[in-house]
């Protein structure tokens, strides 16, 4: 059942890391969830596996190309097992397991005021999306924590795919 994912694995790491890429910007631009620092940090993860992936599928194919397989495979593995921490770092910020980034710490109700927008006309500093502060949640997670997840299982196929192209030589 796996096996023609796994056959595929960079295309397919390529096309969830773009999917999982156009979500984050759906919240961001049609339900209005602004990210937070954490938020854009687990993006730049995607971003850099998307890019990988690409030169992956460029590099498998050229002469000599075949035998780096599984060793793509394994890098994409690191890349997802990174995003894995980065996504479960931010979870445990919102859920105040631990402290996050000073820059990116809660401070008010979350909400937008009369009196906020006319301190803001006056020239008040904007207080950013706060990182330790769920904005959306579903069956208990956040964001954040189904990030953490889908990212644990992309770092698992992908080392599922590596030992088959192991298993291919």
Same mark, same amino acid.
């Given at each position: ?5 796994l ?6 790491a390529?096309l969830v890391?773009a999917g999982?890429l ?5 919240f ?18 995607y971003w850099v596996a998307?890019g990988?992936?690409?030169?992956f599928?460029?590099l498998?194919?050229? @002469?000599?190309g @075949?035998r780096?397989?599984g060793?793509?495979?394994?890098v994409?593995?690191?890349?997802f097992?990174?995003g ?6 931010h979870?445990g910020?919102?859920?105040?397991w631990w %402290?996050?980034?000073t820059t990116c ?7 937008? %005021?009369?009196?906020?927008?006319e301190?803001f006309?006056a020239g008040?500093?904007?207080r950013? @999306?706060a990182?330790d502060e ?7 997670l956040?964001?954040a924590?189904?990030n953490a997840?889908?990212s ?6 992908s ?9 291919k030589?």
């Open positions: 059942m796996l096996n023609p994912i056959d595929r694995w960079r295309l397919v390529l890391s999982m156009a979500t984050a910007h759906a961001q631009t049609f339900g209005g969830y602004a990210p937070c620092a954490l938020c854009l940090r687990q993006r730049e993860v998307l990988l992936a690409l030169v599928m460029v498998v194919r050229t @002469p000599g @075949p780096w397989r060793a793509t495979c394994w994409l593995a690191v890349v097992l990174a894995t921490g980065v996504a479960a770092y979870a910020v919102e859920w105040k %402290s996050g980034p710490a809660s401070g008010g109700s979350g909400g937008v %005021s009369v009196a906020d927008m301190a006309l008040a500093k904007v950013p @999306p990182c769920a904005a959306w949640v579903m069956a208990g956040s964001m924590g189904w997840l889908v644990l299982a992309l770092a698992v196929l080392v599922l795919a590596a030992l088959r192209e192991r298993a030589l």
